[in-house]
């Protein structure tokens, strides 16, 4: 036993020795332990919060959209055009070229005047040259060249003042229609899709209805047929085909033409302002007519309904007098209308004796209470 126990100590005494030589001939082959990592508050180490993060990410982003073409989603070479801003310049263009036409008209109407100034004056010449052949009988004869000559002036003179008072009348319905699409585009006006309700569509194909046809609507239509589609007869009644193009509406974005489309394709019509011609509108009342009594009166709407200034319904009774006043109505933004389509009832009165009201009795029976508790109590 004692013999075990020593060579076990000596055993335990050996391997501590060996430990610490071994890992100094790590060190010594290049074995470094890690550093320990320096957690100073420094730009590079420090945890950032949550707005500098995004901003990094953000800053990143917008140089990698720096980075890209045009043809790859990257910025664009060129500045947007505002075609608003482009006709209000046309506009102003045309306006300047109207004064200063107004200059040179004036210079031509100064020359009419001089020029009838001279022709009197050949006038005059003429008249004393008779005057004096008359009482001389050797005076020289009457000469009527220059007379004619500026006659000929004066022609020349109005014909060119003429050309220059037609070229305003020109510029001036330029400016008038420039004004007028900016007016419509400005109120999202350009164009305004009529189509027909359901109840209109259901009676068109059975030959029963009071309402209009796209067959007689067909005549407002200035829709671009090659894109939006024909009209034809099928599916039990006559309207617009379906269109060959999933964007057809892009058609009418460069588009400068003031346009009715008649039964417009899906993607079109959720796109432009649209009236619907529907049977059986008659009186209404809605949260934008006012419905209660105001001086014996009372308002409802009447045969149209108009919503944000982007749809509207009117009744089949009276289309062909609500159809034109809606489409005027949307072109001006919805601040006019011809046609009223609110209406005042006189409403009855009736003569309430306040005193048989139940209030009034019950305030009687209070009062008689309180006067009761007086004896009693």
């Known amino acids: 036993m004692g013999v075990g126990i020593t060579v076990f100590v000596l055993s335990l005494i050996v391997v501590i020795m060996i430990i610490p030589t071994v890992h100094s001939d790590t060190e010594s082959q290049g074995f470094q332990t890690p550093p320990t990592p320096d957690y100073s508050d420094s730009d590079d180490n420090r945890h950032l919060s949550y707005e500098e993060k995004l901003q990094k990410e953000l800053d990143r982003l917008l140089a990698e959209y720096k980075l890209k073409e045009p043809d790859e989603g990257g910025p664009p070479d060129e500045k947007l055009i505002d075609f608003q801003e482009l006709r209000l310049d046309e506009i102003r263009d045309l306006e300047y070229g109207i004064l200063e036409l107004d ?124 894109t939006s589609g024909g009209f034809s007869f099928y599916d039990g009644y006559f309207h617009r085909e379906n269109s060959n193009y999933q964007d057809s509406y892009r058609a009418y974005d460069n588009d400068d033409t003031i346009r009715i489309i008649i039964d417009p394709p899906y993607n079109e019509a959720i796109r432009m302002k649209m009236i619907t011609i529907v049977s059986n509108l008659g009186y209404y009342s809605e949260t934008g007519i006012m419905t209660q009594i105001v001086d014996g009166q009372r308002l409802l709407g009447n045969e149209r309904i108009i919503n944000k200034c982007y749809t509207a319904d009117i009744s089949a009774d009276n289309w062909k007098m609500l159809l034109p006043d809606t489409i005027f109505t949307f072109r001006n933004g919805c601040e006019s209308a011809e046609i009223d389509d609110v209406v005042k009832f006189e409403m009855p009165k009736t003569e309430i004796n306040i005193w048989s009201s139940q209030h009034i009795k019950y305030q009687h029976w209070v009062q008689e209470m309180i006067q009761l508790c007086k004896v009693k109590c």
Do not use: R
């Open 103 to 226: 200059k040179v008209i004036d210079i031509k109407k100064i020359d009419v005047l001089n020029q009838e100034k001279v022709i009197q004056i050949e006038k005059n010449k003429i008249t004393a040259a008779e005057e004096l052949l008359k009482k001389e009988w050797g005076s020289p004869p009457v000469n009527t060249n220059q007379l004619k000559k500026e006659y000929e002036k004066m022609i020349i003179i109005q014909n060119k003042l003429g050309e220059l008072l037609e070229q305003k009348e020109l510029i001036i319905k330029q400016i008038n229609a420039k004004k007028l699409i900016y007016d419509i585009q400005k109120h999202d006006a350009k164009l305004i899709g009529v189509t027909l309700g359901t109840n209109c569509i259901a009676m068109a194909k059975i030959n029963m209805t009071s309402c209009p046809t796209f067959e007689d609507l067909i005549h407002l239509d200035d829709s671009l047929t090659a």
